[in-house]
Each structure stands twice: as C-alpha cells, then as structure tokens.
C-alpha cells in the first residue's frame, strides 16, 4: 500500500502533520474529513526513491537522545497504565516516533516480545539505547507488578538527568565559546600578521627581544606546520577519549579531573548526585541491594567512584552495612556517610539517597553560577593579557629600531 504525508489542521486551528498507510488517496482524504481536520496538503511518499532511500539513511545516522527514550518511556507507562498490552502499546509508539533508530529498535523489541521474550530482556538487547540502569528497573517493574509506575519513574528521572545537563553545558557555553574565539584570534594573528611584521623586522636588522622571538617561533610553527599540528591535536583528544574508557587509564583522568582547581569539586559533587540518585532509583524500584550496587558501577561515569561502590560491594556481599564500607573508601563525604547510616538504621535508605541526590543537584546548579560568574571576566582578562603580549611583542623591535634612529641623529648631528 502507498504511503502519504499530510498537513492538516483542527477545529482550534492547530497544525498536525504525520504520514499513514492507504489504499487510496481518496480514502485518506475521507478519513480526515470525517474525523473533522481541515485538509491543508497530502503528498504520496515513493519510498523506494533514491531521496527517500538517502534520507531514511540520514535519519538512522541520528544518535537517540535520552530525550527520546525519556518521551519513550511516559508513553509506555501512560499506555499500560491505560491497560493496553505491551505489544499493542509499543507498535503504537513506533509509529509516532521520529527518531528512525529508535523506531528500528522498537520494532525489534515488539518483535521480540511476541515471540514470548520479557520487555526487561528484548530492551536488554540493545544496550546502547537502553541501558543497565534502565533495563534492571524495568525487570524490577515486572516482577512486582508495577511496570507503569517503573516507567513512569524512568521518564522522570531522565528529564531531570537532562536538566542537568542542559545547565552544566549552559555554564560552560559561555566560556568555551570565549576560549575558542581568543584561540581563533591569536591563530589569525601569528598566521597573517606576524610574517607581515617578521618581513619588516628582517629588512631593518633589529635584534628582537624575547617575547617577540617567542612570538616569532610560535608563528612559524603555525606557519609551517599548522596541519601537522591539528593533526596532532585531534590525535590526542581521540587517544584520550577511547583510552577514558579503559579502567585503568580512566581512572588516571578522572583523579585528575578531580583534583583540578574549582573543577574538580564540581566533578565530584555530579559524581555524588548521579551515584545518590541512580542507588535511589533502583532501591525504589524493588532492585535488591547488591543488584543495584553493580548497576551504579556501571553507570556512575566515573571511575573513582565507581570502584569505591565496587569495594562497598564485595563488603556488603560479607554481612556489613553499606555506609562503613563506602566511608574506608575515602571517596564519599560524611554527609553522604551519615546520611547513608541514618537510611540503613531507620530502613528509609532510598528516601535519605534521594535527599542527597537533590542536595548535590541543587550544589551543582549553584557550582556552575558561581563559575560562571567567575569565569566571565577572568576569560575577558586572559583574552587581553593574550592579545595585549602579541602586540607588545610585535611593536618592541620597532620602539627599539625608532630609539637607535634617533640616537644615532642625535650623535650625526652633534
């Protein structure tokens, strides 16, 4: 059956567009009028057109966002909550869903769940969109018989995982995009104005001072090497990036990371929130302790933390309680500790780790304003001191050839 597209509009006057699957065009145009649509445009789809092919190849190349699996999940929950079959709910949702690889992970999930498999095990099968953390809550749901609410929790909590996000990269914005311009600036500088000037002071003769000689060498490397030097830079970013993910190298930046001036505070307190935050999650969701533990290993995003819980694992595995063990770690502060005991003593864990997830939220939030403030006008500072050397630099030789000239008139007259 042909495919169409169609642009259509309420009774209020809202726009809707979607696509659907018919006979005939007459039959669609039938359909929406008798559904009450003002019919603004229809257009049959050939799928096998060489531009259908290439941007339904585009679309696939488009990572899914926790946004979309957020969007996933609440209407999963609202649509079991509604009693509708799993199977029937998630064919729903492919078909409204944008996002060209997650609709391909949809449908193999449906296609797994009727053969018989868990809705825990067919997500399972996909851990790049779907991870351990999301995977062990949504088993938990289905053995308790609490699917909905386990969905409807996942939802939740990824929408607040992106507004995390969403304000450390707002914070960051600004200064990165300063750091950049001043990087482009200088770049400008020592390719095209500096050999101006190199050209100049080579016809006088003058002896350069050292700063202009420094600018003078960092010119010539960019000059000459400027590829080779890219090149390089890109090599190393992508060699740091692969080698943060072995446990051993990553263990190495993130110490680093956390012992970075100001930073490093600000890595652990997101560090704490998302360890706080994920333990609470699982333990909410009916996850047993030991289960939940691994799953924050996993998850934590980093790998200092994530061995102190792998330790508090293997202590609890022995009899002990979980705040002992994470405090001979060195890596959890004694709010987190206290806090920690108080939930295992009075049984509310999961309460008191939500509590302290929320405490290292809101310290995040007033971390990052407090940088941004910060960083403002000490990157407006750096980008003069930058800017202010190149020109010193580049006018010292030429203040020094204008004082020889005049001295040597002064002796020519006398």
Not at 46 to 59: F, G, H, K, M, T
Not at 62 to 91: E, H, W, Y
Not at 120 to 133: T, V
Not at 332 to 348: N, R
């Amino acid at each position: 059956m042909p495919k169409f597209n169609f642009v259509v509009k309420d009774p209020a006057g809202k726009t809707i567009q979607g696509s659907i699957t018919m006979d005939r065009k007459d039959q669609l145009i039938e359909r929406l009028r008798d559904q009450g649509y003002y019919i603004s445009r229809i257009n049959e789809v050939n799928e096998n057109s060489i531009y259908q092919r290439l941007d339904r190849a585009v679309q696939r190349l488009n990572p899914v966002k926790l946004k979309d699996i957020a969007v996933f999940a609440r209407l999963l929950s609202t649509m079991i909550n509604a009693g509708l079959p799993i199977l029937r709910a998630l064919r729903i949702i492919e078909k409204q869903t944008e996002n060209l690889t997650l609709v391909d992970t949809i449908r193999d999930i449906s296609q797994k769940v009727e053969e018989g498999y868990s809705l825990s095990y067919s997500m399972g099968q996909h851990p790049k969109i779907f991870g351990p953390l999301i995977v062990a809550m949504i088993k938990s749901g289905e053995e308790s018989g609490s699917l909905d609410i386990v969905l409807d929790r996942i939802s939740h909590d990824l929408e607040r995982e992106i507004e995390i996000r969403t304000n450390v990269q707002a914070g960051v914005r600004y200064p990165v995009i300063i750091l950049i311009a001043a990087t482009l600036i200088v770049i400008l500088v020592l390719y095209y104005i500096v050999p101006k000037f190199k050209q100049i002071f080579e016809e006088m003769g003058a002896d350069l001072p050292t700063p202009t000689k420094v600018l003078v060498a960092a010119s010539n490397a960019i000059t000459n090497y400027f590829f080779w030097v890219l090149g390089g830079i890109i090599i190393v970013a992508i060699v740091v990036r692969q080698a943060s993910k072995v446990p051993f190298f990553g263990r190495m930046i993130n110490r680093i990371q956390l012992k970075l001036p100001a930073f490093g505070l600000l890595f652990r307190k997101i560090a704490l929130s998302r360890f706080s935050r994920t333990l609470a999650i699982l333990l909410r969701s009916g996850v047993p302790i030991i289960k939940a533990l691994t799953v924050v290993e996993e998850t934590v995003g980093n790998f200092i933390i994530a061995s102190a819980v792998a330790k508090a694992k293997e202590s609890i595995k022995e009899g002990e309680r979980i705040a002992y063990p994470l405090e001979e770690t060195n890596e959890f502060p004694p709010m987190v500790i206290d806090m920690i005991s108080v939930g295992e003593e009075t049984g509310s864990l999961d309460d008191m780790l939500q509590k302290v997830s929320e405490f290292y939220d809101r310290e995040v939030d007033y971390t990052i304003d407090s940088f941004t403030t910060m960083i403002e006008p000490l990157m407006i500072v750096t980008l003069g001191v930058i800017l202010g050397f190149v020109v010193v630099s580049l006018y010292l030789p030429l203040f020094s050839a204008i004082r020889t000239m005049s001295e040597a008139g002064v002796e020519s007259g006398v």
